[in-house]
């Protein structure tokens, strides 16, 4: 399931959104096949949700370049109207904070069946019938009586599964998942990573799962792209990245997940410095934070293949 | 619901009370006391007020006096104008329906651009429209009325004739269009000003509302941009300017000294400057003691107003 065996979903070249001077995404690549689930990871600020945020179409103020295509079409080229028709019926997402996703003075069935008629053909009484459905298949009990409820009178948990089903409503081909659990419990976070993960099976459709948490990246995703200051850094198969990470980046992160067989009062190990103002870096970003970092990191590396499918950006890695 | 209402009619009891306490008491601070009329005119003689003074039974103790016009009040007898001896009630009740159609369609007119010129303005954000519609409103808001209002009668009733200078209908007319073309002048002035607060308003509101998470939830459903704006931004826009709805309401009674007395509109705020001027205190106590309840009414129907739209306002809360 890897994004070269079949004709990708999505293939997205040179991505690039700059607010002003700063370039929050810088020209990443990738691309997701039908049915993968890729993950996107980064600290804060590396411009994981900026990147969802510039498929989906959403931002403004932005100069956005390159080219993403779903399924041949090329959305960053669509005219406005064209992209809204694709809007939550190819391409859907979802938001990390559920309880400002939802709409706080409309009843959660209605938001769900709005979701429906935007692309639908269907009377108001079918998508009704279709947004309970919908409800039930997110888990959520009693959906007839729950249609008629608002956000603030269900858990956040119960609200992301809204939100969800929302997303799913038109069977979109893509899904956009921005850290659908960090505003969550944790007890509720691996139901709703269950749940999704259930769904995206059933449907068939690509998924991009954004998040900062490598535990999810691992026991969800086929594939992993790794983000750091704009630009991706290293991508593999979830498998080989975790068994073999050569990025000085990645390695710090996957060094930096707290043990629990390791003493109480033995410290995390952190990446020291900060990821801020590397996009004004010349030559590697990480660069700055790199222990391993010599004369020639300043030069920019490329993204080239190391082993099969396996990509990694750094002069340094063998 | 009824719990709520209670509260506020006890708290309203009460306040009404304090109001009535401290006009009452103002009428007698006031130089000259509540019989200024006769003190302060050279031709009548000491022994004619004294005899003024027991008629109306001033010699009584304050207290007194204040219990008999309250229980006057409370039981509809208003007492009689100190100039021709006309009821009071029947003197305010008169000018009651002239004040309501000028303000009632100054506020209507006022409600609908201004909420129009807001919600544009915050959606066309730094445009020209925007900073055009910023500088015309503090232009309206800073202009004196009297000034503007002369101004109006200066071009529009006197140079150019297209509109009547002043009163309501014209002798031996009373048609309907004799009617709005007097209302014409007296309800651009009165509108403009509120229709600058209005639009001043609903911008900031609206501007708040869209950059919440759910407007962009609503975005990337793909419904159609006129959608997003109205159901989802516009209704949860609104919600806080249902209590300035609720300060202007009073307006519709009092109407507006300044504009009516410019139009000579023979409404309740002309009635207020000329009783104000002549010290006809029995009629001025009522004008005060109509507009305090008014007041009262307008906040609790806001209140009301707010928990029947948005569905996270409880009423008994409080």
Redesign the interface.
């Known amino acids: 399931m890897t994004g070269e065996a079949s004709t990708p979903l999505l293939k997205v070249e040179n991505l690039l959104v700059a607010f002003g001077r700063a370039k929050a995404v810088d020209g990443i690549s990738f691309d997701v096949a039908p049915g993968e689930m890729l993950g996107l990871v980064g600290e804060s600020g590396c411009g994981k949700s900026t990147t969802a945020l510039a498929l ?1 179409r ?1 931002i403004r103020d932005a100069e956005i370049g390159g080219t993403a295509h779903l399924n041949g079409v090329e959305l960053l080229g669509l005219d406005e109207a064209a992209m ?6 190819d391409i ?2 979802i ?1 990390q ?1 559920p309880g ?7 009843r959660v069935g209605d938001q769900i069946v ?2 429906l008629t ?2 639908l053909n269907i009377s108001h009484r079918e998508a009704r019938k279709r947004a309970i459905d919908l409800l039930r298949k997110v888990g959520i009990a009693a959906p007839e009586e729950r249609f008629a409820v ?1 956000p ?1 009178e269900m858990s956040g948990g119960m609200c992301q599964r809204v ?1 969800i089903a ?2 799913m409503a038109c069977a979109p081909r893509l899904l956009l998942a921005d850290e659908p659990t960090t505003a969550l419990d944790v007890t509720v976070q691996a139901q709703i990573l269950e749940l999704l993960q259930g769904l995206v099976r059933e449907e068939g459709m690509g998924v991009i799962l954004i998040t900062h948490d490598l535990g999810v990246v691992a026991g969800m995703t086929d594939r992993v792209a790794v983000m750091y200051a704009g630009a991706i850094v290293e991508m593999a198969a979830t498998e080989e990245l975790f068994a073999r990470p050569l990025h000085p980046y990645t390695h710090g992160l996957l060094r930096s997940i707290p043990q629990l067989d390791s003493g109480w009062d033995e410290p995390v190990p952190t990446i020291p410095g900060s990821v801020q103002g590397a996009e004004l870096q010349a030559g590697c970003r990480f660069a700055p934070r790199c222990a391993k970092a010599s004369e020639v990191c300043r030069t920019p590396p490329a993204l080239r293949e190391i082993g099969e499918n396996h990509f990694v950006s750094c002069w340094n890695t063998p | 619901m009824a719990r709520f209402l209670i509260n506020r009619l006890i708290q309203s009891t009460v306040l009404l009370f304090g109001v009535s306490i401290v006009g009452f008491a103002l009428m007698h601070l006031a130089p000259g006391g509540p019989l200024a009329v006769y003190t302060l005119n050279p031709t009548v003689t000491a022994q004619d007020i004294e005899r003024i003074k027991v008629l109306f039974g001033l010699d009584q103790p304050v207290y007194v006096q204040y219990f008999k016009w309250a229980g006057g009040l409370l039981s509809g007898n208003w007492g009689y104008s100190f100039f021709g001896g006309q009821q009071v009630r029947e003197i305010v009740l008169d000018r009651l329906p002239a004040t309501f159609l000028l303000m009632g369609t100054s506020l209507a007119l006022a409600l609908v651009i201004g909420v129009a010129i807001g919600t544009l303005a915050a959606v066309k954000r730094n445009s020209v429209f925007d900073y055009a519609t910023a500088i015309g409103a503090m232009i309206a808001l800073s202009l004196p009325t009297f000034w503007f209002g002369l101004l109006a009668i200066f071009f529009f009733a006197q140079t150019l004739g297209w509109f009547p200078a002043g009163g309501m209908v014209s002798i031996g007319d009373s048609s309907l269009l004799d009617r709005l073309h007097h209302l014409v002048l007296p309800v651009v002035v009165l509108a403009l000003v509120l229709v600058a607060q209005w639009s001043r308003y609903t911008r900031s509101s609206m501007i708040d509302i869209l950059d ?3 407007v ?10 006129s959608r997003v704006l109205v ?2 931004g516009l ?2 826009a609104l ?1 806080p300017l249902v209590a300035l709805a609720g300060l202007q309401l009073p307006l519709l009674v009092g109407g507006a000294l300044v504009t009516e007395t410019v139009f000579s509109w023979p409404g309740m705020g002309l009635l207020f400057i000329s009783v104000l001027s002549t010290r006809d205190y029995p009629v001025l106590m009522a004008i005060l003691m109509v507009g305090a309840v008014v007041v009262v009414l307008g906040n609790l129907l806001a209140d009301i107003v707010v928990a029947l ?4 306002v409880k009423l008994h809360d409080e």
């Open positions: 989906m959403l809204r028709a694709r809007r939550g019926a859907a997402m938001f904070d400002t996703a939802l709409h706080p003075m409309i709005e979701a935007a692309h608002y603030h939100v929302m997303a | 919440q998470d759910f962009r939830t609503a975005r990337a459903k793909g419904i159609s941009p159901n989802h209704r949860a919600v739209v948005d569905p996270r």
